[in-house]
C-alpha cells in the first residue's frame, strides 16, 4: 500500500451493510462534530490525539480515517495506523464530501450512551423471531459493528435498560418500538437516518414478515418461514442473532443488487459485484 491512498464517497458506500466491511474511525474534532452531530454508517469516533493508546487495536484490519474535510489530520492518523500495520486508508474529502453528497448519516443523539468501550447497549425481549434480530443486524451493520444485545424476559426488560444505560426496543411504551402498522426496523430505518432503497426494500420484507402480513411482498413468507427455523435451530438467543446476521446480510445483497436477477442467471462471484 502506498503511503498516501484514499477511497470515494461512492465507493465507501458500497461497501456498507457488508459483514466483511472495513473499520470506520471518524476523527473530528469536537467542534467539527459538534457542526455536524451525525456519523457516516458504521463509523466510530476516536480521538485522533489519543491514537498511541488505540491504534494498535486496529493491527490486520482495513481501516478508513474519516476527517472533516479530507486534507486535514485525517492522512497523519491513516500513516500511523499502518506504521501499526493497520490497512488505512483516507476517505476523499471527508465528512463534508460525504454529506454533500447526499449519502446517510446516523444522527448521535438517537443512539443510547456508550460504555467505557465505545459500544451501544440494546436490550429486548428473549426469544427472537423476526424484529428482534433484523433491528441488530441493521444496528451492527450500519450503526455500532461492536454494539451489545442483551435479550431477557419481557418483564426485566425496562428494568435493564436503566441499570446498563440501555436503549429497549420491541416492547411497549419506549421509543424503538411498533408505530401504527410498521415495526421497529421500520421506524430505526427512519430514525436513523438509513433510508436508502435497498434497506426500504427489506423494511418492507421484514414489516411483511414481522406483522403477519405476507401480501406484502413476496419475500416476505420466505423471511418468515426461515426466521422461524432458526428459533427452533437455537435454544440460545445470541446463536440465533449470530446465525440471523447471515440470513439478513443475504437478504439485504439481494436488495442492493439481485433484485432483477433470474436463479438462471450467472451471478458475480462473492465481493466481486461493488
Not at 414481522?210 to 411482498?217: K, N
Request: with cysteine; aromatic share 6%.
Amino acid at each position: 500500500m502506498s503511503a498516501y491512498t484514499t477511497i470515494s464517497p461512492d465507493k465507501l458506500s458500497r461497501l456498507l451493510g457488508s459483514p466483511k466491511g472495513p473499520t470506520l474511525i471518524d476523527t473530528r474534532q469536537e467542534a467539527e462534530f459538534a457542526s455536524d452531530p451525525r456519523l457516516i454508517p458504521g463509523a466510530v469516533r476516536r480521538d485522533a490525539g489519543a491514537i498511541p493508546l488505540w491504534g494498535r487495536t486496529l493491527a490486520g484490519t482495513a481501516t478508513i480515517v474519516i476527517g472533516q474535510r479530507g486534507a486535514d489530520r485525517s492522512h497523519g492518523v491513516a500513516a500511523w495506523l499502518r506504521h501499526e500495520g493497520v490497512r488505512a486508508e483516507t476517505l476523499e474529502g471527508g465528512h463534508e464530501a460525504w454529506a454533500a453528497a447526499g449519502l446517510p448519516l446516523v444522527p448521535e443523539m438517537k443512539l443510547p450512551p456508550r460504555d467505557v468501550q465505545g459500544r451501544t447497549i440494546w436490550v429486548t425481549r428473549a426469544r427472537p423471531k423476526v424484529d428482534r434480530i433484523a433491528c441488530p443486524w441493521l444496528i451492527r451493520r450500519f450503526v455500532d459493528p461492536n454494539a451489545v444485545f442483551l435479550f431477557v424476559p419481557p418483564a426485566d426488560v425496562l428494568g435493564v435498560a436503566e441499570t446498563f444505560q440501555a436503549a429497549p426496543f420491541d416492547v411497549e411504551g419506549v421509543f424503538w418500538s411498533h408505530r401504527g402498522a410498521n415495526c421497529v426496523f421500520d421506524a430505526m430505518v427512519d430514525e436513523l437516518g438509513l433510508k436508502t432503497e435497498p434497506l426500504l426494500r427489506l423494511a418492507a420484507i421484514v414489516r411483511g414478515a414481522d406483522t403477519a402480513r405476507l401480501d406484502l411482498v413476496p419475500e416476505a413468507a420466505g423471511l418468515l418461514a426461515a426466521s422461524l427455523g432458526l428459533s427452533r435451530l437455537h435454544a440460545d438467543d445470541l446463536d440465533q442473532l449470530e446465525a440471523g446476521l447471515a440470513l439478513y446480510d443475504a437478504f439485504y445483497r439481494w436488495c442492493r443488487d439481485a433484485v432483477d436477477e433470474s436463479h438462471a442467471a450467472h451471478a458475480a462471484a462473492p465481493g466481486k459485484r461493488k
